[in-house]
Structure formats: structure tokens, C-alpha cells
């Protein structure tokens, strides 16, 4: 099995920074494109950032100039660095990542649980 577990979710004001944090654990031999997607209350689940294994990267409109998102692929670990933050911003913020389990290949999308990041002024 395979777990993604998010950290660094906070209260903070506007204009303010965070960093999110997620490590993969468990059955692993590599590990493709890992993203940051966010789920405010009353809306769908978006795409926030991607990151390819070889680091090509990606982030929505809305955030590319506040947001950076980065991989520390010898710790199975992505990052989003979220700065000037907004309160449109506030939401449940989750990991999402392609893992392959073995060299016969098979990709699987994980989750995690997700990490709550509120902007208030």
C-alpha cells in the first residue's frame, strides 16, 4: 500500500506564507507526476499545481506568480510554497500523486487526506 501524507496546513492572514509539505511512503519503485489540488467549501476539488518526475511544473493562472511548487525525489516528497496569500486561497488542500508499485509497471493515483489552510484577515 501507499500513503501520502500532507503537513503545513495553518491559519494565516493575508498576505502571508505557508509551506505544504507531503511525504509518499509504503510500496514504491517510482513515482510520476505529483500535484497539489484544493477544495474550497461549496466548490469542486481544483488543480493547483504539478510537478513531472523530471521537474517540468505547472500551476493555474490564479496562483503561478505566488505559488511555487517542488520535489525532493529522493525523499519521495512534494512541496508548494504558497506566498502573498490570499483569503480565496482558504481550503483543504490535497496531495495527488502517480505512483508505480513495481518494474512490471501499473500506475495508481493516491491521496491524501488533505491539510486545511484558512486565510482571514
Known amino acids: 500500500q501507499v500513503q501520502l501524507v500532507e503537513s503545513g496546513g495553518d491559519l494565516v492572514q493575508p498576505g502571508g506564507s505557508l509551506r505544504l509539505s507531503c511525504v509518499a511512503s509504503g510500496s514504491i519503485f517510482r513515482i510520476y507526476t505529483m500535484s497539489w489540488y484544493r477544495q474550497a467549501p461549496g466548490k469542486q476539488r481544483e488543480l493547483v499545481a504539478s510537478?513531472?518526475?523530471?521537474?517540468?511544473?505547472f500551476a493555474i493562472d490564479s496562483v503561478k506568480d505566488r505559488f511555487t511548487i517542488s520535489r525532493d525525489n529522493a525523499k519521495n516528497t512534494v512541496y508548494l510554497q504558497m506566498n502573498s496569500l490570499k483569503p480565496e486561497d482558504t481550503a483543504v488542500y490535497y496531495c495527488?500523486?502517480?505512483?508505480?508499485?513495481?518494474?512490471?509497471?501499473?500506475?495508481?493515483?493516491?491521496w491524501g487526506q488533505g491539510t486545511q489552510v484558512t486565510v482571514f484577515s
Open positions: 510537478i513531472t518526475n523530471s521537474g517540468s511544473r
Open positions: 495527488n500523486a502517480g505512483v508505480e508499485k513495481g518494474p512490471a509497471g501499473g500506475l495508481v493515483i493516491y
